[in-house]
């Protein structure tokens, strides 16, 4: 019986890709979970109406700068979504 060993063969720009892939996903987690954070203190009536504004245009730069980066890197934002197995979609 022989082990066949698999020769890992990396491809610069596809490590680079996914590497950002990653880390994107996790920022864009980061992001949804701010932003529903955001929306429950608006909705609580926690904030001032300065700060309201304030993190709702840091959302949307934040949102602003995904899209660059996704684009960037040729990334969907179904491509941030990954598959947990039986756990289901992370996004």
Known sequence: MTTQRRKVELDPDTVERDLAR?????????????????????EGGDLTEEQEERIGLT?????????????????????????LGPLGPLL
């Open 22 to 42: 990653l880390v994107l996903t996790v920022v864009e987690l980061l992001r949804q979970l701010m932003e529903r954070q955001a929306l429950r203190r608006v």
């Open 59 to 83: 959302l949307m730069l934040l949102e602003d700068r995904m899209e660059l980066l996704r684009t960037r890197f040729g990334l969907e934002p179904e491509d941030l979504n990954l598959d």
